[in-house]
């Protein structure tokens, strides 16, 4: 894929939200001057849409339930060249998604992602940090790469990211756009970024259940071996 220039304001944060009325004021407050926020709506019952709304993001319902589909539905409406993903619960500050996006405008990284670093007790429980550290194991024998943390904050380029054919619409969705990316010889790049005690509860990685169905939704994703180069999916 050709890389064309694109300018620092060029970009769309998608938000995969569910019930998530307590954090978005903080969240959408956060959105670097300029950029567009798409929430993602995936059922919420407690309003999130219409504070979204009121408070300028770009709105998108999602009715099939996942946090895949609802990152999905958000990369298919954003227009931007770059798109960024970030937790909708305050757990993660979108200020900080510059710092992911200078490395693929500068063009010296495909993917970035950010790599949390708990700034608080509970932050990130023991179940789900060991859930993610076992999946960085199983990524690093399945395609080489090295990462820290398979966290949701990240940055590419909105077609390279279409041409992945991403298909996962559960939580096995992160994992699978890296492995993809792998396949296709992407530069991977990590990035600090502070982890924060999340505002509700937790959808995915609350519970030692929550998190070994996200862990098998995402070894679902490891097992896939594309049979061709994915078309459009190298961007150099």
Sequence with gaps: MRVTHTT???????????????????VLE????????VVVDNGSTDGSADIARELGATVVHEPRRGFGAACHAGLLASHAEIVCFCDCDAS???????GLVRPVLGGSADLVLGRRRPRARGAWPLHARLGNLALARM???RTGVTLGDLGPMRAARREALLGLGLTDRRSGYPLQMVVRAADADWRIEERDVPYLPRTGTSKVTGTWRGTWHAVQDMRGALRQRPDVRLQ?????
């Design 8 to 26: 620092a304001s060029d970009v769309d944060v998608v938000l995969p939200c569910l019930d998530e009325a307590a954090a978005l004021p903080w």
């Design 30 to 37: 956060r959105i670097p001057a300029g950029w567009r926020a």
């Design 92 to 98: 993660l500050d979108p200020g900080l998604l510059p």
């Design 139 to 141: 990524i690093r024998g």
């Design 232 to 236: 459009g999916a190298d961007i150099r």
